[in-house]
């Protein structure tokens, strides 16, 4: 019977017992990075248990040298276990008697002290992983502000947080999932502004989770707490890995879920306009903020609707005044318009795909193949008119503008089959196709948060602090759909006087 599946049951007395219990369920002889190291202590029977690389080698040396001086003459005023307990050099230490959190505390990468004759073993939490430092994230990069990142490491990941949020509110609670992975994931939010039943709903669903792993971490986390639709395209959370924006939404009352091996962090609950924002609008002047933000408004907006209006407008030149005439390809070529589209949108995929895998020495030699081979000799030959690669391209830059990948990625996929709409129905298609899209983001919920607001239902003050950048004096009040506990960020009456 596997161990995990095992009812509760604890550490014994008989040494042997115990040793013969975690070799066997450890896989001594069967796994090569299993250490298991049989010393004595003050004439007792004791051994350290371990995995080789997940632990300090200097610690573990320094503490097996603490353990040789201790004499018999110690234990005459005090039992070995309160000794071990009061004296041992190491900060991290604690003490258990339950198999299964004993070898969860193994299989975390912490080190397993057992005592003959004790029916507790100590846990000496000297663990070190593999680890990255901390670099500014590919993409969520800005031009000025801060370079660091979140790491695959949870603990460099709260450090990271708490380095810039210095509250003694601030709650880091660490919860559970998998029944034979035991992922550790973190529950991250400030007590006194978060809604607690918000952050009571988030644990819940964690802790209801009943799977065997996450391996694929926060992306699996995601899937298993959130529900919903699985045909729905749009991110119900925002990912992020950078620290100052994970700050920034726990000061306005979100709840972050950090998952161990993963730079990504939830943010959650998420509108759709939280996807629309980036850091490099807070890192300038508010007057450049602005503008900076309707420019990727504008962009994100022309990723979905620029091709298929410029599809429709083609297809149906009767809509066009005298004035834009102009517009639409005096030859379609041999492939109706739609199907050269919707070739254009699987050749751009293709292209992503290939950047991903292609080493980055030949990245410009895939540049030139896609460029010059593919796109100039398809014009050449009649498959594409040259209107199609310009505008196809055009929404590949939009994409790339808008911030949160996810949303890029379900903006994609609104454009197709708005476009197909269009390319089948024309006028009447893209119609129903807006109104389509629009009332699944209606009827879309993240968290019980409404994803369009505060457009629908709709709140003028927060739907101006979206559109328009404001400077960091007057925000004054976090989002009143979070229902936070404190609802102010600074003093308005100061706000007001520094206006």
Known sequence: MLWNKRPVKKLGKDYDKNLSFFQQELGEGETFDLIIREIEIAGKKAA???????????????????????????????????????????????????????????????????????????????????????????????????????????????????????????????????????????????KDIANPQLVDSIKNKINAVKIDGIPMAEKSVEELIVGGSIWNPFPKVRYTERPDVAAIHLLEGHVLVMVDTSPGVIIAPATFFHHLQHAEEYRQNPAVGVYIRWIRFIAVFASVLLTPIWLLLALTPELLPESLKFIGPEKTGNVPLLIQFLLGELALDLMRMAAIHTPSPMAT????????????????????????????????????????????????????????????????GLITGVCAVLILMLFTKSFGIPYLWPLIPFNFRALKSILVRSPVAIQNVRPEILKTLDDQRQDSNKSKKRK
Not at 80 to 90: D, I, Q, T, V
Not at 365 to 374: R, S, T
Not at 388 to 416: Q, W
């Open 365 to 428: 030699a895939l540049g030139v193949i896609a460029a010059l081979l593919i796109g100039e000799v398809a014009i050449n030959i009649g498959l594409f008119c040259p209107e199609v690669i310009l505008y196809t391209a055009i929404v590949a830059v939009c994409s790339y503008c808008t911030p949160s990948y996810e949303m890029s990625m379900a903006n994609r996929l609104v454009r197709l089959f708005i476009l197909i709409l269009v390319g089948l129905f024309q006028l009447p």
């Open 48 to 190: 350290l248990i371990c995995f080789d690389g997940l632990v300090k080698d200097d610690i573990l040396t320094k503490i097996m040298e603490y353990f040789y001086l201790i004499r018999y003459e110690k234990l005459e005023r005090i039992s070995l276990h309160k000794l071990l307990a009061a004296s041992l050099p190491y900060i991290e230490l604690s003490h258990e008697d339950s198999m299964d959190e004993l070898l969860y505390a193994v299989l975390s990468g912490s080190i397993l002290l057992i005592i003959d004759s004790y029916s507790e073993a100590f846990i000496i939490d000297a663990r070190t992983y593999p680890a990255r430092t901390p670099e500014e994230p590919e993409i969520e990069r800005v031009v000025r502000g801060s370079r660091d990142g979140f790491t695959e490491t949870i603990v460099f990941n709260t450090a990271l947080i708490r380095r810039r949020v210095r509250d003694p509110k601030l709650r880091v609670e660490l919860l559970r999932v998998g029944k034979r992975s035991k992922a550790d994931v973190a529950v991250v939010y400030i």
